[in-house]
Every structure is written in C-alpha cells, then in structure tokens.
C-alpha cells in the first residue's frame, strides 16, 4: 500500500526533528505529515548538549546555522570535560576531533606513545586542536583563518531544546507539515496485520495514516501500550535512573566555555551545558544510593548561578525496546529507549533514527526487509554506545562511595572488556560498523581515566624517525598557531550569531 499519510505522534525534539526531515520527502510526492501534540503533556527537554553529526543534521535540512544559533540560545561546543572520574581531583577533555593524524598509514596515537617512550614528554592532548581551544575558552572555524595548513576544527552545539523544537516547529510548517493538538486516547488497529490504522484524540476526531512515529517519551504510546513490543534493561550497567535538571544564571558574567562539562558526584554526576545567556544544568544519579532531595542539594551547590526555574525531576530506565520498527510504527527519541545523557547521544540517536528512517523509507509502502533493516543497524548502534558509557562508570579508582564500588567493580558486556584489553596491550582500537565514537574518543576516556597503553604498533619503529619527528613538531606547531589566532568563545558568539538575552 502506498504511503500518503504520515503520523508524527508527539513533539518536542524527536517530533519535531522527525516531522521537519520527512517535510522535506514532500517535494515531489503526494505525501501529508501530520504531527499531533498536546500542549497540556510536557516534554522532558533537558538534552541541550549535541555532538558534530548533528551539525551536518542541520545542513541537510537546509538550516542556516547563523539563524538557528541565534533562535535557540545556542554556543558551539569542542568536546566534553570531564572531573573526578578516574579518581576524585582527575580532569580531562574528550575532544570530538583526533589526536594528530596518521602517519605513514600508522594511527597518529601509536607514534606519539612510540615517541614517548623515548623520552619525548609534549601530552596527547597538544595535538589535538578541539582540546587546546577549549582550556583557553576559544572558537573558530577553520575556514574562518583563510589558510590551508590548519587541522579541521569539529564541533557541536549547546542548544535550548525547547527553543530549538519551536525554530523546527516553524520550519516544518513552512513546509506543509500540520500541526494538530490534541490529547491521543485511543488507537485503532488492523485486525489482521496489526498495523495501526488511526489514533483518536480526546476531542472525538480521528488521524488516520499509513505510517506511525511514536516521539511520544518514555511511554511508548504506540510502539509499547499499543504494540507491546517489550524493553530490554540496562541498568545493571547504566544504574543512574533518576535527574533533577535546573537552569541558571551565570552570575559573574563570564563567557560560555566552548564545551559541556560532566563532575562526577558520589552516586552520579552534574552536567553543565553553557548556553549564550545561562547554564543548563543536571544531576544524573542513582535512586538506591541518594534520594532526590540530596541529589537536588548537590545540584544547587555546585551551579554557576541562581536558579531560574523549579527542579524538574525525571525517571528513566536505560536500555532500549526489543524493537524500534514494529509493523508500522517507529519509535524515534525517548520512545525507542534511553541511555543517560553522558556523552550527549539522545539527541543523536533522534538524528540517526531518522537518517536511517529516511534511507529506508519507501513510498510504495512498509515491508518487512526495511523493519528488520532498521531494527538490526539500530540495536548495533545502542549496543555500542552502551560499551562507552559503561566504561566511564568501570574505569576508575573510586571508592569513597557504595554507588562508585557497584561500579567499579560490576561485571560488564564481555564486547568491553575484549576492548579495553587490546588497548592496554597495544593501544589498539578497532571502530567496528560504523560505530559512532572514534578511536580518539576512546583513547581519551581510557587515558583520562586511569587505563594506559603499555605498547604500541610495531610498524611506529619502522617509521623514518627524523621525518616521523618532524611530523609531530609540526602538528604541534599548526595547533599551537591556529589556538594563539582564535578569538575568544564569547567574541565569536557576539559577532556570529548572537541572542537576544532571556
């Protein structure tokens, strides 16, 4: 059966994501998107930090950056800070772009370790552009600096995601996509395949489609009360199930850093995520070692400013449904599952849902070679993710808490294990299908946080040791230059797209 008529069944950041990317499946076919919420259902709404495909998400809209930062409060963002992980007073910076680059065919991290070993002491980190920026709080593009012989600078967005489902909200009505408020009370299936004809809402009328977006939260309205689809938990691996998200102000006036920042507490952790006029701010942490009013204490404490709203506490069990493509709804956002916001990946995965959706979808109709397509990429995608939040809980040294010694010591997915082996053995990192954290990104958060290289690749020996040498003075000296030259992260903001104050 061909597809006409598609349903977005609620908003905020997944629907409205969802709804303005299949706008743009409207030119050039007959095709209705309708995106159904209720104003009287809020959204959670606190997943304000992104990572870089996120940035290419907005150019296949066909958004322009300059205007939506503006609209949305937005600062731009080098990577992620993290403190007290490995051990209480540990700092370091997972940057989104990588160490250097390679060598001779030879990963860039295996040189430096080989040059290391012979007495060369310069830190990983003074090759890696995205880090040095961010501990001098400054930004720029690489284009902005008109030469040919700086590293690509890789970046991401602090954003206010409310602000940001409004500026889609407009963009995809624009492009004929109906809005329809309204309250969803029941759901109509065919008797025979199962598949979800229409929904109805509280005011009697009923949306019929072909096609079903479950963006409708932690709930699951049609992929799980409707379809049952089932959920595997994580919290065995992930025990955080509980935030309490609060913004401020930034009372001393400074400029919003160029990245988030994650402090870990004694049963969880804060994020810090800097928007043009305030902070966005949360505590993640784990209901059977804190309660909430203690974890809403700790959050408060450690703000950069005074509160500007009332606590929103939130529940959350991490993991994922059994599937995200069942019959023909697919669960996009909160509503396929949840890993806390670490690593910011909620609103990435948002985006490759719908990339994927977008690649498989079909006009002619749902089959089932396109379900389990989906349901296949997008279990790999989680699994993986899963693996690198994991290790941030597992590696570390932390023992002045019961929450951080269940972590420490907690079995994990034997899939971890083999690769923090092979790292430990030889600095080795396998990214295997596609997986979104590089080796860069797990090299940094084993490093940062206590597990280190004892050896490396042969081959790094095998090198022209003058030329190898002059590589790395050389990488040191573009990062070095291209740091001393960039304005400061404030100025860029100011000049490129600044917001109007809250």
Not at 24 to 44: A, K, P
Not at 235 to 245: I, Q
């Amino acid at each position: 059966m061909a597809l006409k008529n598609i349903v977005v069944v609620g908003g905020g950041t997944a629907g409205w994501m969802t709804a303005a990317a299949l706008s743009r499946l409207r030119e050039g076919h007959d095709l209705n998107v309708t995106l159904i919420e209720s104003e009287m259902i809020g959204t959670v709404g606190v997943g304000e930090a992104t990572i870089p495909p996120f940035v290419e998400f907005q150019r296949l809209l066909g958004v322009e950056e300059a205007e939506m930062m503006a609209a949305v409060q937005g600062t731009f963002k080098l990577g992620i800070q993290f403190e007290n992980w490995g051990k209480l007073g540990d700092s370091y910076i997972h940057p989104f772009g990588n160490y250097g680059y390679p060598i001779g065919g030879i990963t860039f991290l295996h040189i430096w370790h080989h040059f290391r070993q012979q007495g060369d002491n310069r830190p990983i980190q003074a090759f890696n552009i995205e880090t040095m920026a961010a501990y001098f709080g400054k930004f720029a593009k690489t284009q902005d600096m008109r030469r040919d012989d700086l590293p690509p600078v890789n970046y991401a967005y602090h954003i206010n995601a409310t602000a940001y489902a409004g500026f889609l909200r407009k963009f995809a009505e624009k492009r004929g996509v109906v809005r329809q408020e309204g309250k969803v009370v029941d759901v109509q299936q065919d008797p025979e395949s199962g598949f979800v004809t229409s929904v109805k809402l509280e005011s009697g009328q009923t949306i019929a489609g072909d096609l079903f977006v479950d963006c409708s939260g932690f709930r699951g309205l049609l992929i799980e009360q409707t379809l049952e689809t089932g959920y595997e938990d994580w919290t065995h691996w992930l025990p955080c199930n509980r935030a309490v998200a609060l913004p401020c102000n930034r009372d001393d006036g400074s400029p919003p850093p160029p990245f988030t920042r994650a402090t870990a507490h004694s049963a969880g952790w804060q994020w810090q995520v800097p928007l043009q006029h305030r902070n966005g701010n949360g505590h993640v942490y784990c209901d059977a070692f804190m309660d909430a009013d203690e974890a809403t204490d700790i959050l408060v404490k450690n703000m950069a400013g005074k509160p500007t709203a009332e606590p929103n506490h939130l529940r959350f069990v991490t993991g994922r449904r059994k599937k995200f493509w069942n019959k023909n709804v697919i669960a996009i956002g909160l509503a396929a599952g949840f890993m806390e916001p670490l690593e910011s990946t909620s609103i990435h995965l948002i985006n490759t849902g719908i990339n994927k959706l977008m690649a498989l979808l079909s006009m002619d109709g749902v089959t089932e070679a396109q379900a389990n397509t989906f349901n296949r990429l997008t279990v790999k995608e989680y699994e993986k993710i899963r693996d690198f939040l994991i290790l941030h809980y597992n590696a570390t040294t932390r023992d002045d808490s019961e929450f951080w010694n269940y972590c420490r010591t907690m079995s994990v997915p034997d899939s971890l294990t083999e690769k923090v082996e092979l790292f430990k053995m030889n600095g080795q990192v396998f990214r295997e299908e596609d997986e979104l954290f590089t080796e860069t990104s797990w090299a940094a958060v084993m490093m940062g946080q206590g597990i280190h290289m004892r050896g490396h690749n042969a081959m790094a020996e095998a090198l022209d040791q003058e030329k190898a040498r002059h590589e790395l003075d050389e990488i040191e000296k573009s990062v070095r230059f291209f740091v001393q030259h960039m304005p400061g992260h404030g100025q860029y903001l100011a000049r490129y797209c600044p917001a109007p104050a809250m």
